[in-house]
């Protein structure tokens, strides 16, 4: 089987507080493969870390264990201004690139891309009025349609909002307090009681959305 | 081939990519439309297209030669002219003044004939033709600080189509200007439109979609969708915003 796109192998972060008693205050876990292109949603509320995956796969924050894998190389093996030819995070207008240089670059790899195969998009600014939805949306499949992996992440708070998600995405990744499950498509994902909750009114009747 | 071109512009900015791949292509006699949110990197990416930025990779062509990286003053020299998002008019100096030094004989001439600048009375002719082209025939001796917001606007495009263009680059337009000052601009544009090849970046996409022939869209320093208005207006999102209501 070819090199997966992205994986994320027992990845695990977690923040502590207390310099000789560690209380963990968060903890994130994730273990996701995504082998073809692909655009894929992220729902969940702030501060359950979306924000923090986001991080972990571009390079930017450093895992507290496992691994994540952009075209079989390890993001944290590649040289710092060199990551985001493999994996970019936009956080809603602006591209977001902030290493911790822990080691020399000069021992590090080569990203061997010149431009980012994994697209992260950080609640784009979604508005009905100007019409740039359209060409965002088309702009994700764009990026698909030349094999790069595509993730929009969003905290749905209007209809419309779970209505371009369902355009476009094709696999859905819910994120609740650290916690990451990932749904083979909207319906699926639907069905959980957890995401029904959280997207309270705008959680669509179930019968519009059986898998 | 295209009048102007952009090919994989790429530039950075510490840690902030600015320009991620930018292809654009402004056919000549055309009104080619550069839209895009705020912070979507319109204006970087015009300031590496004028050369006030160097892009760190990817090349800038005009007319098939390469200006990658050439000073300001030598794009300007082979014919392309820009006004600002910021104006930059010189208050003290009437309309006409501020023509008549646009001028590219007058250019020439250098600082010693300026100040006999009245005496030129065939200068002084050609300027006020550009002024009456751009609506202002009439204010030849009204001092640019007096003219109105939308009033120095149009003064502003005078200049730079003084120094007669190949190419005429106008960025944000329509900023700071209100509704009615927006109209008047737009049919100043719309007149232009017969005789010189432009190019418009814009935050207003209302302004752009009725004035262009081709609009790319530049989102998170890419360009993200490019075509026709007509074409861009088939999206379904495109056609429930503002853009795709009919009046």
């Known amino acids: 089987m070819s090199v997966p796109i992205l994986e994320i192998e027992g990845l695990v972060k977690r923040y502590a507080t207390g310099l000789f008693q560690q209380k963990e205050t ?10 073809d292109s692909t655009i894929v949603g992220i729902l969940g509320p702030n501060g359950s870390g979306k924000t923090t995956l986001f991080e972990l796969i571009t390079g930017s924050n450093v895992p507290s264990a496992g691994n994540v894998r952009v075209m079989g190389r390890n993001i944290h093996d590649v040289k710092y201004a060199e990551r985001d030819r493999l994996a970019i995070h936009y956080h809603q207008s602006y591209q977001v690139r902030r290493y911790r240089r822990t080691r020399p670059s000069l021992l590090m790899q080569a990203a061997g891309h010149d431009y980012p195969i994994v697209h992260l998009f950080d609640e784009p600014q979604f508005n009905t009025q100007d019409g740039y939805i359209g060409f965002m949306l088309d702009f994700f499949r764009k990026l698909r349609a030349q094999g790069r992996l595509v993730f929009v992440c969003l905290h749905p708070n209007e209809p419309y909002h779970l209505e371009l998600m369902e355009e476009v995405c094709e696999r859905y990744v819910f994120v609740l307090a650290g916690r990451i499950r990932g749904f083979p498509n909207f319906g699926s994902m639907l069905q959980e009681p957890d995401i029904r909750t959280y997207l309270g009114k705008l959680a669509p009747s179930e019968a519009e959305h059986l898998p | 081939m295209a009048l102007f071109e952009a090919h994989g512009i790429h530039k ?5 990519v600015v320009l991620e791949q930018i292809n654009l292509s402004f056919e000549s006699n055309q009104l080619s439309g550069v839209i895009g949110p705020n912070g979507a990197g319109k204006t970087t990416c015009f300031n590496v297209l004028t050369g006030r930025f160097k892009p760190d990779r990817g090349q800038v062509l005009f007319d098939g030669e390469d200006i990658t990286g050439l000073a300001p003053n030598g794009i300007a020299r082979r014919g392309i002219s820009r006004s600002f998002q910021i104006m930059s008019l010189f208050d003290e100096y009437s309309a006409l003044e501020n023509l008549l030094i646009a001028l590219p004989e007058v250019r020439k001439r250098g600082f010693s004939m300026m100040r006999r600048l009245d005496a030129d009375s065939e200068a002084a002719d050609r300027a006020s033709c ?10 030849e001796h009204r001092r640019a600080g007096d003219l109105a917001y939308g009033e120095r606007r149009s003064l502003e495009i005078g200049v730079a189509l003084a120094a007669e263009p190949r190419l005429l680059l106008l960025d944000e337009p329509t900023s700071g200007l209100g509704a009615d000052a927006t109209a008047r601009l737009a049919e100043l544009v719309r007149s232009l439109k017969s005789d010189y090849s432009i190019v418009v970046i814009e935050h207003d996409m209302r302004f752009l979609f009725d004035l262009a022939d081709t609009i790319s ?31």
């Not at chain 2, 550009?130 to 204010?139: P, T």
């Not at chain 2, 998170?220 to 853009?243: C, D, F, H």
């Open chain 2, 12 to 16: 950075r900015f510490g840690h902030q």
């Open chain 2, 217 to 247: 869209v530049i989102h998170w320093g890419q360009v993200i969708a490019s075509g026709t208005p007509e074409a861009l207006r088939e999206n379904k999102w495109v056609r429930r915003s503002m853009l795709g209501r009919v009046e």
């Open chain 1, 26 to 35: 968060f903890r994130l876990e994730a273990d996701l493969t995504f082998h």
């Open chain 2, 130 to 139: 550009v002024l009456a082209r751009v609506g202002l025939a009439g204010s």
